[in-house]
């Protein structure tokens, strides 16, 4: 699968343990920055530059990561046809992609250990839109809503 993953320098370094984990694991990882640590940059161009891709290229996902993963998923979901979920636990990934059809998943690097933090965004990865059609419906009234607004 591909995924593309983007960060600021808060979550450099988890997102270099990441697109390792990831590349590990088979994946086509698309890293769309930050490329080095800068304590002065700024999360939203590589949450764009990501959401953009995935949106760009439906059946992959994204990851974006921050301090607090707050920022980012905001970034990730002014980009149109992206549906960011901010996890904090696999099952609340699991949940994202099973019942709200989440395209990217952002995290808190400075919330959680890398174990942890690869532990959710595999569960996100591993998990599919159950397809649902109460699920289906909900999404269906928020895209409704975003292309009359």
């Known amino acids: 699968m591909r995924i593309h993953v983007a960060t600021d320098h808060a979550g450099y370094e988890l ?11 088979g994946h086509d990882v698309v890293d769309h920055g930050a490329f080095e640590y800068d304590a002065l940059d700024g999360y939203p161009p590589f949450c764009f530059s990501a959401g ?22 905001i970034a990730a979901n002014k980009v149109r046809g992206i549906r960011a979920a901010l996890a904090w636990k696999p ?13 990217v998943v952002a995290l808190g690097a400075r919330q959680h250990t890398v174990e942890e ?6 569960a996100f990865v591993a998990e599919p839109f159950s397809g649902d059609e109460r ?8 895209d409704a809503y975003v292309a009359a607004h």
């Open 15 to 25: 997102k270099v343990a990441l697109v390792e984990h990831l590349k590990g694991e």
């Open 52 to 73: 953009e891709a995935v949106a760009a290229e439906p059946g992959s996902l994204g990851v974006v990561l921050g301090g607090s993963g707050n920022g980012e998923q």
């Open 91 to 103: 099952e609340i990934a699991v949940l994202a992609r099973a019942h709200n059809d989440a395209n």
């Open 117 to 122: 933090a690869l532990a959710i965004v595999d």
């Open 135 to 142: 699920h289906l419906r909900r999404i269906e009234m928020i």
